[in-house]
């Protein structure tokens, strides 16, 4: 079973225990099928973004900390090779490390992406609170915000409220890569 599929069995496991909720009880919650639940927890299945984006909000939870293993991220050491390492397709397919994860004195996780040509990806809206902000590192790409999808070619970004459908859309002949750091709003009280 490769790592990341290993991390998010495992935090899947964790938070169902911490809430005690049943498969059924996490099922409705999160919007995924209890059948993918199961799969997920037992490392059979490699869950997609969308996925993993209704489980972080049934949970209350960022993307990263579905994703990372538990061993904390230190100050001051540098992260190799970002492209290497963190790089991944922002399709559908199985998401890849946050260059930063989520860390509770932020309160925001940042993710590379890359988007290749013709790929197109809807999200749901994030849980309240949530922003992202993208930066295109290189070549042009679309986000759908409000509705309309916005041009942005490379070295220029935008901040936008995530807690509303959104997408990212890649038209052109070369893939684009981009940076999205994502804000999470303060829990400020938990029933
Ligand atoms: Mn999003």
């Given at each position: 079973m490769q790592e990341i599929n290993q991390n998010i069995a495992k935090h899947l496991k964790q938070q169902?225990?911490?809430?005690n909720w049943?498969?059924?009880?996490?099922?409705n919650e999160t919007g995924v099928s209890k059948a993918m639940l199961g799969q997920i927890e037992r490392g059979e299945s490699s869950p997609t973004i969308?996925?993993?984006?209704?489980?972080?909000?049934?949970?209350?939870?960022?993307?990263s900390s579905l994703i990372e293993s538990s061993k904390e991220q230190n100050d001051s050491t540098v992260i190799r090779?970002?492209?290497e390492q963190h790089k991944y397709l922002a399709d559908d397919k199985a998401p890849a490390p946050a260059i930063f994860p989520y860390d509770d004195r932020f309160g925001?996780?940042?993710?590379?992406?890359?988007?290749?040509?013709?790929?197109?990806?809807?999200?749901d809206p994030h849980r309240s609170g949530v922003t992202e902000h993208v930066i295109v590192i290189s070549?042009?790409?679309?986000?759908l915000i409000d509705g309309q999808w916005l041009t942005l070619a490379s070295g220029e970004a935008i901040r936008f409220s995530a807690d509303?459908?959104?997408?990212?859309?890649?038209?052109?002949?070369?893939a684009a890569v981009f940076h999205n750091i994502i804000h999470y709003a303060k829990v400020v009280s938990e029933v």
């Amino acid at each position: 079973m490769q790592e990341i599929n290993q991390n998010i069995a495992k935090h899947l496991k964790q938070q169902r225990q911490q809430k005690n909720w049943s498969l059924d009880r996490t099922a409705n919650e999160t919007g995924v099928s209890k059948a993918m639940l199961g799969q997920i927890e037992r490392g059979e299945s490699s869950p997609t973004i969308t996925t993993l984006w209704k489980i972080a909000t049934g949970f209350q939870l960022s993307l990263s900390s579905l994703i990372e293993s538990s061993k904390e991220q230190n100050d001051s050491t540098v992260i190799r090779p970002v492209l290497e390492q963190h790089k991944y397709l922002a399709d559908d397919k199985a998401p890849a490390p946050a260059i930063f994860p989520y860390d509770d004195r932020f309160g925001f996780e940042m993710f590379e992406f890359i988007l290749e040509p013709g790929v197109e990806r809807l999200s749901d809206p994030h849980r309240s609170g949530v922003t992202e902000h993208v930066i295109v590192i290189s070549g042009t790409m679309e986000l759908l915000i409000d509705g309309q999808w916005l041009t942005l070619a490379s070295g220029e970004a935008i901040r936008f409220s995530a807690d509303q459908s959104h997408g990212y859309r890649n038209l052109s002949e070369q893939a684009a890569v981009f940076h999205n750091i994502i804000h999470y709003a303060k829990v400020v009280s938990e029933v």
